[in-house]
């Protein structure tokens, strides 16, 4: 069902910023830059090498911070920056979506991601011991 880890997203305050942090300080490599205008969120994605393909992290500020209808806003203000999501591939995101439904996941639909996603799903943190986790299809654009 599943394939492999994508990423690994991470919420910040301001990208700038976390970048002195994951790039400067740390050593990761970005590799691909996004404005997901269907999430309201600016994010960078990065890798120890600097290539799509393998584990990355993706750090994500909110367009509007004081939007709390925008549910990444509403967890900056909550409870501040960190982890936020854990992103695996899956071949078929409606199938495995099912599956998971049906294995009483709390399964949240959300709508596709430009031209990179055929559509994707969350699983809602309570019903996986606090972690939300999120189902993609293989990028076609970014090549998570």
């Not at 599943?2 to 300080?25: K, P, Y």
Request: net charge negative; charged share 25%.
């Amino acid at each position: 069902m599943f394939d492999r880890i994508s990423h690994i997203g991470v919420v910040v305050n301001d990208i700038e910023q976390a970048l002195r942090i994951w790039r400067d300080q740390l050593g990761f490599k970005p590799f691909s830059e996004a404005h997901f205008d269907v999430e309201g969120i600016h994010s960078v994605f990065l890798s120890l090498s600097g290539r799509p393909g393998e584990m990355s992290i993706e750090l994500m500020e909110p367009v509007d911070k004081a939007d709390m209808t925008n549910p990444v806003a509403r967890r900056l203000a909550k409870s501040g920056e960190g982890f936020y999501h854990l992103a695996i591939v899956t071949d078929d995101v409606a199938a495995s979506g099912k599956t998971l439904a049906q294995r009483s996941f709390s399964i949240i639909e959300r709508p596709a991601v430009g031209a990179a996603t055929q559509g994707r799903w969350l699983i809602h943190p309570r019903t996986a011991n606090g972690v939300m986790i999120e189902g993609i299809e293989e990028w076609k654009d970014v090549h998570l």
